[in-house]
């Protein structure tokens, strides 16, 4: 298990960058924000693609400090990047294993086991040109698990795909991340694929990190709310804590304020399976003139936004219990 | 149809061309893939490389023969210590081609290394592969194409190399006469005329085969690349 502690500065340009954040080693971090705000710098930074300065320690290991740099090859830390980068001289099979030759022979998995988990058993023996997109980027990550990281990087290794392709993604990562065990730092600008994968967030703007922790604390912080698009807003809950059709894995999902309807009572003959009682912590005013309400309920703090007439003629008002109608499974 | 004089023509001519070609290779492959980056003097390196082709060829023979002649600090060296004479012999002719044909190989290998795609170096620097290990593994093999059609252009110059040979290693028969010397030789005695055109038209056909050669591999090498 080892974590990534990470206190680096960096320019590129007129562009300044400082973060000191730290990524458990039994993870997933996401690293989000806006675009331009160094997120794919900090993390080539981290690879040991471009030169930075401060600390970067995996581990007990010191990959970067004053006076000692390693080299990318010999940092143990893998990198999946927005597109696939597969050798075109070779074939599927052997850009895995040109990954897997050179891994430490006592961490590599089985090659074929590799192949099954990503099933691409039928597309090993063509060359990488006449793959699909997500052939392609299923090959990648076959790579990137072959090469036995001891910590994986991926910048937005979604960023190309939409819907549902998109989902069956992020599915792939967190099977891979817990079939072996591999810890992940993941690049996103997406509230809902963060959600669908953090365990722990890292909020970057503008070179600085904002907010960071445990996924549902960091995204509590007002400063993160900042981060987000004024219809993004919203509130972090636990998949087990909610009634889903999902698979019962845990992971969170991303209640958004403008999705959560609000009741004064407990709502009977209604098809949404999850009503959360709460208490309500704030009503705040928004720019708009709406009413973002926040409500203590026992899957945690969630938000809902609604008008000023619902307030008034549902006597919404700190301290009062409130019902929040959530439809968990439009995610 | 060739007299045995022409076969031993068109041996010697092949022999010096493979020979230059054999040692000029590698380091114009080195020197390519270096001009192919930045680093501090790469312009001197590339006006140095170029020499052979600004300079006229005697004058390249002729500073070959100062350098590497029987009384050249290097030759005289050479010639002591590990007993190898390079003038007026076959290994002469082939290193005075080696350098006037090395130019040719460097700038067409430099255009493979420079088409590469900077990105899969990163790809394969971190999956643990260094320096050295992307060189051989990625950069040699994506430029194959191009080194290889870079190698027969400069084999079929080299058959043609005129003026450097002849200053350096001289026209003997069986030893450094190649096409073109022959050439020149017959046109120097009365009556020579059809022999000359007989070996012009050798030389026309293995020039153009040489291209068209060098045309067909690029294009089979660019479509497995590419799958």
């Not at chain 2, 493979?112 to 260094?130: C, H, I, K």
């Not at chain 2, 430029?143 to 084999?155: C, D, H, K, R, Y």
């Not at chain 2, 110059?157 to 003997?172: D, K, L, P, Y």
Request: proline fraction near 5%; include cysteine.
């Amino acid at each position: 298990m080892k974590t990534l502690d990470v206190h680096v500065r960096l320019t590129r340009g007129a562009f300044r960058l400082a973060a000191k954040f730290t990524a458990p080693g039994d993870g997933i971090t996401v690293l989000f924000g806006p675009s331009g705000g160094g997120k794919s710098s900090l993390l080539a930074a981290i690879a040991g693609l471009v030169p930075s300065q401060g600390e970067i320690r995996l581990g007990k290991r010191m990959l970067s400090a004053q006076g000692t740099h390693l080299p990318p090859h010999k940092r143990g830390i893998g990198m999946v990047f927005q597109d696939a980068r597969l050798f075109p001289h070779l074939t599927a099979r052997r850009n895995i294993a040109y990954a897997w030759t050179r891994a430490p022979a006592d961490k590599r998995p089985r090659l074929e086991e590799v192949a099954r988990f990503f099933d691409i058993m039928a597309l090993l023996d063509r060359p990488v040109g006449n793959l699909s997109g997500g052939e392609k980027s299923r090959v990648a990550l076959a790579r990137a698990l072959a090469a036995a990281p001891d910590f994986l990087l991926l910048d937005e290794p979604f960023a190309a795909l939409d819907g549902q392709r998109r989902r069956a993604f992020i599915k792939v990562l967190l099977e891979m991340h817990r079939s072996f065990h591999l810890p992940m730092l993941v690049v996103t600008h997406s509230i809902d694929d963060a959600a669908s994968l953090a365990s722990h967030l890292v909020a970057l703007k503008a070179g600085e990190v904002v907010s960071s922790g445990p996924f549902d604390a960091a995204t509590a912080d007002p400063a993160f709310a900042a981060l987000l698009d004024a219809r993004d807003n919203g509130a972090a809950v636990s998949s087990l804590l909610l009634h889903t059709v999902h698979d019962k894995a845990q992971r969170y999902l991303w209640l958004r304020a403008d999705q959560v309807v609000l009741a004064a009572e407990r709502p009977k003959a209604i098809s949404t399976r999850n009503i959360l009682e709460g208490e309500i912590l704030s009503i705040r005013q928004e720019a708009d003139g709406g009413r973002m309400v926040a409500l203590q309920t026992k899957a945690g703090r969630i938000l809902s936004r609604v008008t000023a007439e619902a307030v008034d003629e549902l006597a919404l008002a700190q301290g009062r219990k409130a019902w929040a109608l959530v439809k968990a499974h439009a995610f | 149809m060739l007299s045995a004089a022409e076969w031993e023509i068109l041996a010697t001519s092949f022999r010096v061309a493979l020979l230059a070609l054999v040692w000029s290779l590698p380091l114009a492959i080195a020197c390519a893939f270096l001009l192919s980056r930045r680093f501090p003097g790469k312009f001197t390196l590339d006006g140095l490389v170029h020499l052979p082709i600004i300079l006229p060829p005697v004058l390249t023979g002729f500073l070959l023969l100062l350098l590497l002649g029987r009384r050249g600090p290097v030759g005289v060296w050479l010639e002591d210590v590990a007993g190898i004479r390079l003038v007026f012999t076959q290994e002469g002719a082939a290193l005075a081609t080696a350098v006037m044909i090395f130019p040719i190989l460097v700038r067409a290998i430099r255009i493979a290394f420079e088409a590469m795609d900077a990105r899969l170096f990163q790809a394969a620097s971190v999956l643990r592969a260094g320096p050295w290990d992307r060189f051989f593994t990625l950069a040699l093999p994506l430029a194959a194409p191009g080194i290889l059609a870079g190698a027969v252009t400069a084999f079929a110059a080299g058959m043609g190399e005129f003026g450097a040979v002849i200053t350096f290693a001289a026209n003997i028969p069986g030893e450094t006469q190649t096409l073109p010397l022959a050439i020149y030789a017959v046109l120097q005695q009365p009556g020579g005329e059809a022999q000359a055109l007989r070996l012009a038209a050798m030389s026309f056909a293995l020039a153009l085969s040489g291209l068209i050669g060098a045309e067909l591999l690029q294009r089979w090498m660019r479509r497995r690349l590419q799958g």
